[in-house]
């Protein structure tokens, strides 16, 4: 997301976002390096806007955490976005994770969903959080609440709920619209994104972003390496 954010004062995701949108609408704001898919800014925040309803509607609140297990893509910053939009910590796992690190981080961050897609590369990413989700109910503590498969596969779990990408969607295009434009809906201090450190020493333990600070570095960074909105960044994270 290369457009030129100077003299936006936005402290948060949703302020922020829609201020791009405004600003840059149709310009391409996120896409693959493979042309498969791209978003423009008004996709991103039209998208986000609608998944954030969607999550709050599924009955996740400020403060909850959510998942995000998934490879490089639009959607999951739109997920992401969406997430931080509603006051909600996205924790991301890597795809690389098997059990033991995908348990560990669920119950740290003691994650209510998580997003999955699980025909990936063929990796059985149904099974490991089937198995993890045993280990949990085994030990009296489960906190996930559903599963979300982002793809056409469905995740399986008995325990646990399965709610694809378009239901959650659709829950959020359904969902009583508020009679006036809120306030800025989070303080530029709020914590949005959780990344693990390396592990190193002990198991990995999680590293808190602000959206505000996570907002002004980007838009620093824009300043000094003088982007504008015709330029683009190859970006290899999230995950």
């Known amino acids: 997301m290369a457009a030129n954010a100077k003299d936006m004062k936005a402290t948060s995701f949703d302020l922020w976002l829609k201020a791009l949108a405004e600003r840059s609408g149709d310009a391409v704001a996120l896409a693959t390096n493979d ?7 008004a996709e991103v925040e039209r998208r986000s ?5 969607g999550l709050k509607a599924l009955g996740l609140r400020r403060g ?10 639009p959607l999951w910053m739109v997920l992401h976005f969406a997430a931080a939009r509603a006051g909600i910590l996205t924790i991301p796992i890597n795809t690389w994770c098997r059990d033991s690190e995908v348990s560990h981080l669920l119950r740290l961050g003691r994650c209510k969903g998580i997003f999955i897609d699980p025909a990936f590369h063929n ?16 030990a009296g503590d489960n906190p996930l609440r559903w599963v979300c498969s982002t793809g056409d ?11 694809s990408l378009r239901a959650l969607q659709q829950l959020g295009t359904d969902a009583p619209k508020p009679r006036r434009e809120p306030a800025e809906p989070s303080p530029a201090g709020e914590c949005v994104i ?17 959206e505000g600070a996570l907002i ?24």
């Open 194 to 210: 959780a990344f693990t450190t390396s592990g190193t020493t002990a198991a990995p333990k999680l590293a808190l972003h602000r």
């Open 123 to 138: 990796i059985d990413f149904a099974g490991i959080l089937a198995r993890v989700v045993a280990e949990f109910e085994a």
């Open 153 to 163: 596969a469905q995740c399986d779990i008995p325990s646990v709920p399965n709610v």
């Open 216 to 239: 002004a570095h980007a838009e620093a960074i824009a300043r000094r390496a003088r982007m504008s909105s015709s330029d683009v960044a190859l970006a290899a994270l999230p995950p």
């Open 64 to 73: 909850d955490a959510v998942a995000i297990w998934l490879p490089n893509s």
């Open 49 to 53: 806007a609608v998944t954030s309803a």
């Open 35 to 41: 042309g498969g898919e791209s978003l423009s800014f």
